[in-house]
């Protein structure tokens, strides 16, 4: 095909060359804008349903329930553990199934979560073991991002995949804080009359439609899996089968790159998932909804600048320099907190978490800018002096190698969703506050200062990027 012939039309493209200048400002720009901003809402509803739980646990025994505190952080970290372990797999599928059918099939798969909560939460006799089930069912949306990331790098030439990656992701992201704004105000009526089920009546005479936390998420849902269906592409040229794929397990930078984003990405999930209920046990006299959706919020919208400034000045720099923010903003959260049941400030607390979020979001835009960049690096080193064709055959593996390390490292990075609820959990349950678990943060994040610094940001880095 010419390159200044217009796209192929139907849902499979065979013919992409996104470094080709010529072909992406003919076409492809817009068929890759156009994948961009179906793949963004489906994203979004995806982040909403996987961290419900985290507004939902908020109320549950207000409406009759009877769950220690423990469980319910165990019900905010579930969705992570499943979350995470579904982007391992959820890392290969758009090379194998393409990145249309997967986006339609995968945003359908969010139905079954949020219809069994909407019933569940209706019925006082619900087990815990069946909100257990829910929760890990609500990991679907968590299994998305992977594939989501995955598909769409390989829709943007090298130099604008830092800033694509950045708003699929950050506006993405926005969906925990959509969900953790619009909850709390849709279960105060009943929205979907006789068909959402009647309301529960709180100790204080009031209602709530509980269940709405999960209908809400519906219609929404119906709606971007036919436009992903109809609306998005495969590309041929993204095929590739699992052993292509599984040879991003020998390279060191994968697993580099996994414990950096683990940090970045896996502190601002797991903070999102934990938020609600740190607030609620170390300041009970403030209505922590209310506060709740500004953390994810401002994470989410700072994302695509990280991938911005990481484009611009270079992701390791960015992201070295963000790690060590990230322990200042801890050590400042913690100066905040409540000692012994006595003192602390939570407009302090909450000013030092907003800016904590803010360092999460933008080492989550820097480390995944950084992943194209040394694995193009990698290949171009292999393919230093062959033939024309074994370089343009470097450049492809070096796509599927990033694309796949893009999505298994989320799928490590999303583990945080579950280890940090669960550390704050555990050190309350322990030490009855959650310093301890602040202070194993900032020994993580010291030992990702050390890692980009060796490999990728100091003078004379193997792969600097």
């Not at 089930?133 to 998305?144: D, E, M, S, T, V």
């Not at 940090?263 to 999930?269: C, E, L, Y």
């Amino acid at each position: 095909m010419s390159v200044l012939q217009k796209p192929e039309s139907g849902p499979v493209i065979h013919d992409w060359r996104p470094e080709d200048s010529a072909f992406w400002g003919s076409s492809g720009k817009q068929t890759a804008t156009r994948n961009l901003w179906i793949s963004i809402p489906a994203l979004l509803l995806a982040f909403a349903v996987w961290m419900v739980w985290s507004t939902v646990i908020v109320r549950l025994n207000a409406i009759g329930f009877s769950f220690t505190t423990d469980q319910l952080f165990w019900l905010a970290a579930l969705p992570g553990l499943s979350g995470a372990t579904l982007r391992v797999f959820y890392s290969f599928m758009v090379p194998i199934f393409g990145g249309r059918r997967w986006t339609a099939l995968s945003t359908a798969s969010l139905l079954l979560p949020s219809i069994w909560m909407g019933f569940a939460v209706q019925d006082p006799g619900t087990s815990y073991s069946v909100f257990v089930l829910i929760a890990l069912l609500c990991g679907f949306g968590g299994g998305n991002f992977a594939s989501s990331m995955s598909n769409i790098s390989f829709f943007y030439p090298k130099s604008q995949q830092g800033t694509a990656l950045g708003l699929n992701a950050g506006l993405g992201n926005l969906g925990v804080s959509v969900m953790q704004f619009c909850v709390p105000l849709v279960i105060t009526f009943g929205a979907f009359g006789a068909m959402g089920g009647a309301s529960q009546v709180l100790p204080d005479g009031g209602q709530l439609w509980l269940q709405n936390a999960g209908f809400l998420w519906v219609p929404f849902i119906l709606a971007v899996t036919l436009a992903a269906w109809f609306g998005m592409n495969d590309l041929s040229s993204a095929k590739a089968s699992f052993s292509e794929q599984a040879v991003i397990f020998k390279r060191k930078h994968n697993w580099l790159m996994c414990w950096l984003y683990l940090a970045t990405f896996g502190s601002f999930i797991g903070f999102s998932a934990a938020f609600p209920l740190l607030i609620k046990t170390s300041f009970p006299d403030v209505i922590a909804l209310k506060f709740a959706f500004l953390g994810p919020l401002v994470g989410a919208l700072v994302r695509p600048l990280g991938g911005w400034l990481a484009d611009k000045l270079g992701g390791a720099k960015v992201t070295l320099w963000n790690f060590v923010a990230m322990i200042v903003m801890v050590f400042g959260v913690l100066h905040f907190l409540p000692h012994n049941g006595a003192g602390g400030n939570f407009y302090g607390f909450l000013g030092l978490f907003m800016l904590l979020f803010i360092t999460t979001g933008i080492g989550n835009g820097s480390t995944f800018r950084m992943i194209p960049v040394i694995f193009r690096t990698l290949h171009e080193k292999f393919s230093a002096g062959k033939a024309p064709e074994a370089r343009e055959q470097a450049l492809k593996n070096a796509g599927k190698e990033s694309a796949a390390v893009l999505g298994f490292s989320s799928a490590i990075g999303a583990f945080g969703a579950f280890f940090i609820p669960k550390s704050f959990g555990t050190s309350m349950a322990h030490t009855g506050g959650p310093e301890m678990a602040f202070y194993m943060f900032v020994g993580f994040y010291l030992s990702c200062i050390v890692v980009t610094w060796w490999w990728y940001a100091r003078k004379g880095a193997a792969t600097p990027c």
